[in-house]
């Protein structure tokens, strides 16, 4: 559906933002996210409970350049993969010889879902992600071998069946047998790590809107996963995006799928509650 | 030509050989009321070489927090941080040098920014960084001969 055309453009666009100067921006932009016709809810207000002011989608962090790349998705990059994991989920695979389709029919009869990820799963006994239920599916119910976390077909599927919930309210559970994750995800996120000594909290909480150098820091919010980032050149992860921020403070990242992680995904997806679910998004 | 560069950076290397063997390790800097007072190698900080490590993103990477209108030619000065600007008007020698050591020591606890000479880490240290301060003694005395040119008045 994407033309290659877009994937060239966007690669423009990016080598032009690398030269260019960007006078210092401060605090989130006052733009409208419009797809496709239909307003997409880039911010809500924060309930008492959150330790934020208001609550920003990442989008409004970012320049009116990359912003325009997910404002319509025959430009965004992202609809590559989506269109990819179309053609797996009517491609048979493993030893049932079933595809996703054979079950599940329409894509569009998960819709809803990545608003409520990660959710409690009576079957182990601890919150699943995604990347959980669809290899639950592939290993148990198609005879298939796992997909690894970040390999290509994984997060494609992970782009194609967010995107049904495009618009829908990220409205995950934290209470019940969800609350000890999120304590568990809350003090990773406020936790100091690595040699440069900061937490999640330093940069995404306390500094969302300044400047960090080139980057205009947001809320670290992660209701546009899998993100098509243009530094990557490709989706990558919600773990994977956690596994970076680590890094660049010379911390040893927990490992994608770990508990930590899933914990962390759990938390910062609770600190996202009301905005939209923007799959796939387009980043710097 | 060649010949004499790789003399001259022997020479150096020599030089920060020396300073590193009698620099206060990091455990025993004297911080008192915000200050150190004491030189960290008793030899003079570069202003040139310390204007380099705040530009370098892989040693002081000051700019990505701060900044500076004395180092124009980079773009992108961050903002998480006040401007420095001026700031030898505003602080000692011994108070920067207290800042640029560990700074949440010297100022605040809570801070964000990096504790330069400081084995205080985080949790999880990678690897590669693990015992290690971000910045060398002479590194620290570089910055701080630096930082003290930002004169506005």
Redesign the interface.
């Known amino acids: 559906m994407i033309k290659v055309g877009g994937i060239f453009a966007a690669v423009g666009i990016a080598a032009m933002l690398a030269s260019l100067v960007s006078p210092a921006l401060a605090d989130p932009d006052n733009n409208q996210l419009i797809i496709e016709g239909e307003l997409i809810v880039t911010d809500v207000a924060a309930p008492d409970s959150s330790p934020l002011d208001h609550i920003y989608s990442g989008w409004r962090f970012r320049s009116p350049e990359t912003q325009s790349l997910q404002m319509d998705d025959f430009e965004n990059p992202g609809f590559v993969a989506v269109d990819a994991a179309a053609e797996t989920w009517e491609t048979a695979d493993g030893s049932e010889g079933k595809s996703c389709a054979s079950c599940h029919e329409d894509v569009s009869s998960l819709a809803g879902l990545r608003a409520e990820l990660p959710k409690w799963d009576e079957a182990t006994n601890k919150p699943a992600t995604m990347e959980n239920l669809i290899n639950r599916c592939r290993t148990d119910r198609m005879g298939a071998e796992a997909w690894g976390w970040e390999q290509k077909e994984m997060v494609n599927m992970t782009a194609l069946i967010s995107l049904q919930s495009r618009g829908m309210p990220v409205n995950i559970q934290t209470d019940g047998p969800m609350a000890e994750w999120m304590e568990k995800g809350k003090d990773l996120y406020y936790t100091r790590v690595g040699q440069l000594n900061m937490s999640c909290s330093n940069c995404h909480e306390d500094n969302y809107g300044n400047q960090i150098r080139s980057d205009h820091l947001s809320q670290g919010q992660i209701n546009g996963f899998p993100v098509y980032r243009l530094k990557w050149a490709g989706l990558g992860s919600i773990h994977r995006r956690f596994k970076g921020c680590m890094e660049n403070i010379r911390a040893t990242p927990f490992k994608r799928g770990s508990d930590e992680f899933i914990a962390l995904e759990a938390y910062v997806a609770s600190r996202g509650a009301g905005l939209a679910v923007e799959t796939p998004s387009v980043r710097n | 030509m060649k010949k004499l560069v790789v003399a001259a950076s022997a020479v150096l290397m020599l030089t920060v050989g020396v300073a590193l063997a009698d620099a206060v390790g990091p455990n025993d800097v004297a911080m008192a009321d915000a200050v150190v007072a004491e030189s960290l190698t008793g030899v003079a900080g570069d202003p040139a070489a310390g204007r380099d490590i705040m530009i370098n ?1 892989k040693l002081g ?1 000051c ?3 701060h ?1 500076n209108s004395e180092i124009p030619e980079q ?6 941080g006040p401007p420095l600007d001026g700031v030898a008007d505003r602080w000692t020698e011994g108070e920067l040098r207290a800042i640029l050591v560990d700074v949440k020591q010297a100022m605040n606890p809570e801070s ?1 920014m ?2 330069f000479y400081s084995l ?10 693990e015992g ?1 301060t ?1 910045l060398g003694a002479q590194q620290v005395e570089d910055v701080l001969a630096y930082l003290m040119t930002l004169k506005e008045e």
């Open positions: 993103r990477n700019l990505a927090c900044v773009p992108f000065h961050g903002e998480v964000i990096p504790s205080k880490l985080g949790a999880r240290v990678a690897e590669k960084f290690k971000i």
